[in-house]
């Protein structure tokens, strides 16, 4: 198991990184787990984004394409960002049914355990239920990226 992130990322720069050839790991991974979605949803385009990215990887020149998971790890502080992000799992969660790879959305998992503990505090943005907060942070502490990210891939190699 090779862990091949790279921080403040999204799907476009992972896709670039395997065009290249940059990656951490072996040229030609068995397992990719796609976890870049909290910085596409910056982006303009996600959802083109991360269908170019499972595009590249599940391409028909590739012999042996590698088992792709998704993992949406996004949960919005405002109610509004948290309906678009719904939009975004749910038309991921389709584009994963078309192509045949895996999709895991934390937002949908744990929205109502979040949402019901106001003092949670590691698996939150910073500054989640805090009303002098200036924007919106849909940034997870990392403890969540970390162990998610890990308990998915362990339980796929196991």
């Known amino acids: 198991v090779t862990n091949g992130a790279v921080r403040a990322t999204g799907s476009s720069i992972g896709k670039t990184l395997l065009e290249q050839g940059n990656t951490v790991g072996p040229r030609h991974p068995d397992i990719i787990i796609n976890a870049y979605s909290t910085n596409d949803q910056a982006e303009e385009h996600p959802f083109s984004d ?45 584009l994963a049914s078309y192509y045949g790879f895996g999709s895991v959305s934390y937002t949908n998992v ?15 943005p910073v500054g989640w239920n805090n009303k002098k907060r200036s924007g919106e942070e849909i940034h997870p502490q990392v403890g969540m990226h970390v162990v998610s990210a890990w308990t998915v891939g362990m339980h796929v190699v196991s």
Do not use: G
């Not at 744990?110 to 939150?124: N, P, Q």
């Open 110 to 124: 744990l929205r109502d355990v979040i949402s019901a503990d106001s003092a949670e505090y590691w698996f939150k």
């Open 50 to 94: 991360i269908q170019e990215f499972v595009r590249y990887v599940l391409r028909d020149e590739q012999c042996q394409k590698p088992l792709l998971i998704h993992f949406f790890d996004i949960f919005p502080s405002q109610s509004k960002k948290m309906i678009a992000v719904n939009r975004l799992a749910e038309k991921v969660h389709t």
